[in-house]
């Protein structure tokens, strides 16, 4: 069974960098687009970041030039790298499995909180 295990969240000041990491488990990590999505309180969830298996990357409007992606398809892992956080960055964050064209979710992680004090 395929399962994703995020880390790194947590609290820091507008400004600061968190990186978070999410370790993939099963076959198919290579094979598969990898996201990291995050919902805040009332509102949808959406998109921040992907990553093809080739390694081209898509990013919202939101966090283009702040939030960077990269996976180690060795390790089996793909990481965010935030920087220039912002308080409207505060949200659940999760990591994905997706199709190859990042449309569709193919496996969700559990999440976890990243909140950004202004």
């Known amino acids: 069974q395929v399962q994703l295990v995020e880390s790194g969240g947590g609290l820091v000041q507008a400004g600061g960098s968190l990186r978070l990491s999410c370790a993939a488990s099963?076959?198919?990590?290579?094979?598969?687009?990898m996201g990291w999505f995050r919902q805040a309180p009332g509102k949808q969830r959406e998109l921040v970041a992907g990553i093809t298996s080739g390694g081209k990357t898509n990013f919202a409007d939101s966090v283009r030039g702040r939030f960077t992606i990269s996976r180690d398809n060795h390790k089996n892992t793909v990481l965010l790298q935030m920087n220039s956080l912002k308080p409207e960055d505060t949200a659940v964050y999760y990591c994905?499995?997706?199709?190859?064209?990042?449309?569709?979710?193919?496996?969700w992680g559990q999440g976890t909180q990243v909140t950004v004090s202004s």
């Open positions: 099963g076959n198919f990590f290579s094979a598969n687009a």
């Open positions: 994905a499995v997706m199709m190859e064209n990042m449309v569709g979710v193919l496996q």
